[in-house]
């Protein structure tokens, strides 16, 4: 059932209009219906997601106060949970001045602390955020990236890699430098250049290598694409 909606701005004094919320307004108009006969008050408590009896005390304060009596009995008014202006006035002049550049949750362990102000952290965000004032981004430390220890003996690792680069310095093409690189040791085992990093060229190393080292224990590569099979 589709009901109209009534205006939603609604006159409580001469001096004072309310704006209703979209859910004090589908009230109103179910009310309405319901008291026109329109719809059953069964229904209507259903539409409304109330019991029958919260729906009857609905229904005598729209008869007393009408639009105006349904909208939320703390609008305009301030809550006695509100922080004091001069607490409010404080925290932002500490977040400019002594306590400049700290995050909201430094700022807040801060007052707590050293000015005896227990506030939320969102109790701060909000505060702050009115007054114009954003949290500084936390500066992460850099990723410590571990050196990967170098194998023991000659032989055990072979590396592949492939470096593309302008070699020759702006007089050709950019080739693309082919290596294979003993773990241990990190000397080259072969090396050369190619147009691009191919699996072609990775299969013209390993033979200088085999031809002048031998086979050694194991091999790796840099998860280069060319080595795996897309599907």
Known sequence: MILPHPNSNVKVSPHVTYTLSQRELQRVAVLAACIRGDLACVKAAELMVVSRGHLKRLKRRYHQGGKAALAHASRGRRSSRRLPERSRARVRELARTRYAGFNDNSLTEKLTEVEGLRLSRETVRRLLRRAGMCSPRKRRPPTHRQRQLRLAREGDLAQLDGSPHDWLEG?????????????????ILAAQFFLSETMEGYFHLPQSLLRRFGVPLASCEERSAIFARRL
């Open 171 to 187: 007089r050709g093409p950019r080739p693309t430098a082919l290596g294979l690189q003993d773990y241990a040791t990190g000397s």
